[in-house]
C-alpha cells in the first residue's frame, strides 16, 4: 500500500519558519516525483514546489522562490519543505503528492495529475 504522510504543520507567527516533511512508502522512491502543494481558504489547490527524486532537480513557483526549499532524503523516503520568512498569505492546508513526468525539465510545467496523495498538514501564520 503506498502512502505518503505529511507532518511539521503548525501556527507560526509572520517572519517564523516551519519545516515539513513528507514520509513516502509503498513505491520505488527514486523514480517517482514529489511536489508540495497547498491550498488555502477559499482558493484552489497550487503546486508550489517539487524535486524530481531521479536526478534531483527542484522547482518552485514564483511565490515561493527564495523562502522555501525542497529537499530529499533517499535514505529515508523522505521530502522536507523547509519554509522560512512565513507570511499570513502562506497559510493553508499542505499536501505532498507523487506523480512521474514526461521526460525532463520543469516538474511544475509538466505536472498533469498525481498518483498518491497524502491528507495534508495545516500551516497557519499569524500577522
Known amino acids: 500500500e503506498v502512502q505518503l504522510v505529511e507532518s511539521g504543520g503548525g501556527l507560526v507567527q509572520a517572519g517564523g519558519s516551519l519545516r515539513l516533511s513528507c514520509a513516502v512508502s509503498?513505491?520505488?522512491?527514486?523514480?517517482?516525483?514529489i511536489g508540495w502543494f497547498r491550498q488555502a481558504p477559499g482558493k484552489e489547490r497550487e503546486e508550489i514546489s517539487c524535486?524530481?527524486?531521479?536526478?534531483?532537480?527542484?522547482y518552485y513557483t514564483d511565490s515561493v522562490k527564495g523562502r522555501f526549499s525542497i529537499s530529499s532524503d533517499n535514505t529515508k523516503n523522505t521530502v522536507y519543505l523547509q519554509m522560512n520568512s512565513l507570511k499570513p498569505v502562506d497559510t493553508a492546508v499542505y499536501y505532498c503528492?507523487?506523480?512521474?513526468?514526461?521526460?525532463?525539465?520543469?516538474?511544475?510545467?509538466?505536472?498533469?495529475?498525481?498518483?498518491?496523495w497524502g491528507k495534508g498538514t495545516l500551516v497557519t501564520v499569524s500577522s
Open positions: 503528492a507523487a506523480y512521474k513526468i514526461e521526460g525532463t525539465g520543469n516538474c511544475l510545467d509538466l505536472y498533469y495529475g498525481a498518483n498518491y
Open positions: 509503498g513505491l520505488t522512491f527514486n523514480i517517482w516525483t
Open positions: 524535486i524530481v527524486n531521479s536526478d534531483s532537480t527542484k
